[in-house]
């Protein structure tokens, strides 16, 4: 079944996904995924199977990686990490299957004490109708340098 998504809606989910995420509005960004839906970020190469990763998370270790991250025993983010993410680039595509990926370039500045780490990233965004809402299937984040230090890495990015 092919969905039709236009550029300006794909570039408006974009902006949102990023807005939950650098006004720390977690739980909203929990329910942007679809129950299936993977949040990855890969290290080296493009087989979470056999290649290692930064994240790969299902709905359960995402939702697990969150209330960690909220914690007031976390005390790694005392104070709080923030981020900004700027987004540019957006394409839309059609998969074999007929539903939207939406691919982006990002740049992602997340602010620690005295340090902020500057993140370009290549984005891709598998989406999928549930319920007449988009909901994303498949979030990867392929940093252009995933090997760079990483001081306390905000998650998620």
């Excluded at 990002?106 to 319920?131: D, G, K, W, Y």
Aim: proline content about 5%; overall charge negative; glycine content about 2%.
């Amino acid at each position: 079944m092919s969905l039709e998504l236009s550029q300006a809606e794909a570039e408006d989910f974009l902006i949102h996904d990023a807005l939950l995420l650098d006004e720390r509005r977690f739980d909203e960004w929990l329910e942007l995924f679809a129950d299936n839906g993977i949040y990855w970020i890969p290290s080296a190469g493009d087989d979470p199977d056999n290649d290692t990763s930064i994240v790969y998370d299902n709905d359960e270790v995402r939702r697990m990686r969150i209330r960690r991250f909220e914690s007031r025993h976390n005390w790694s983010q005392d104070p709080p990490s923030r981020t900004l993410h700027t987004i540019s680039n957006v394409r839309v595509e059609m998969s074999e299957t007929g539903e939207p990926v939406v691919y982006s370039s990002q740049v992602i500045f997340a602010a620690r004490v005295n340090h902020t780490s500057i993140l370009p990233a290549r984005c891709v965004h598998r989406l999928e109708q549930v319920n007449g809402s988009w909901k994303i299937a498949l979030r990867k984040v392929q940093l252009l340098d995933p090997f760079q230090f990483m001081e306390n890495l905000s998650f998620p990015i």
